[in-house]
C-alpha cells in the first residue's frame, strides 16, 4: 500500500495528486494508494481520498504503508523515517499557490543530502523516483531534540 499525505495546510497540493494519479494507471496499476488529501479538493476513481484521519487511524496507515510519498513537510516527513518507511518528499511551491514560500524546497534539500529521503521536483517524473524508492536504502533518522534539550537545559541552569 502507498500512503500519500498532503498535511493540514491550506493551500491546495494537487500537483501531486495528479501526479500520483498518472502513476496509479501507468506503472501502480496494483497498488492501493491510501490518500490524506486535507485541504486538498480531489476526487478519483484510483485512490482512495480521505481528508482527515484521527491520529491512532493516521499512526496506523503509517505502520502499513510500503512507501511514503508526501508534502515536504516536517512532521509528515520525519513521521515516516521514525517508522523506518522510504519516504518521497514533494516541496509545495509558492509559485503554484501551494504555500506561502519555498522553505519545503530547503527541507527536501537537507533530509535528501543526508541520504533519508527521495526527492520530487518540478520537472521530476514520479515513475522514475518511484522505481528508485525500492532499491533505496534510507539512512538511519535520528532527531537531534534531545541534545537540543539537553543544550537548554544546560544554559538555564547555568544562568
Known amino acids: 500500500?502507498?500512503?500519500v499525505?498532503?498535511?493540514t495546510h491550506e493551500l491546495?497540493?494537487?500537483?501531486l495528486l495528479q501526479e500520483v494519479e498518472r502513476c496509479k494507471q501507468t506503472v501502480l496499476q496494483s497498488e492501493d494508494i491510501i490518500v490524506q488529501a486535507g485541504h486538498t479538493a480531489y476526487s478519483s476513481n484510483y485512490m482512495q481520498i480521505h481528508r482527515f484521519f484521527h491520529f491512532d487511524?493516521?499512526?496506523?496507515l503509517y505502520e502499513k504503508a510500503d512507501l511514503l510519498i508526501t508534502h515536504a513537510g516536517t512532521g509528515s516527513v520525519i513521521s515516516?523515517?521514525?517508522k523506518n518507511k522510504v519516504v518521497i518528499a514533494a516541496p509545495?511551491?509558492?509559485k503554484f499557490g501551494e504555500h506561502?514560500?519555498?522553505h519545503q524546497l530547503q527541507l527536501v534539500d537537507v533530509f535528501e543530502a543526508a541520504g533519508h529521503i527521495l526527492a520530487f521536483r518540478e520537472g521530476d517524473r514520479l515513475e522514475n523516483i518511484i522505481a528508485q524508492a525500492y532499491q533505496f536504502e534510507p539512512t538511519m533518522f535520528h532527531s537531534g531534540r534531545d541534545r537540543m534539550f539537553g543544550l537548554l537545559n544546560e544554559f538555564i541552569n547555568e544562568a
Not at 57 to 60: C, I, K, R, V
Request: proline share 4%; aromatic share 4%.
Open 100 to 102: 506561502n514560500d519555498d
Open 5 to 7: 499525505t498532503l498535511g
Open 57 to 60: 487511524e493516521m499512526e496506523a
Open 80 to 82: 515516516g523515517l521514525r
Open 12 to 15: 491546495p497540493f494537487t500537483r
Open 1 to 3: 500500500m502507498i500512503l
Open 92 to 94: 509545495r511551491l509558492h
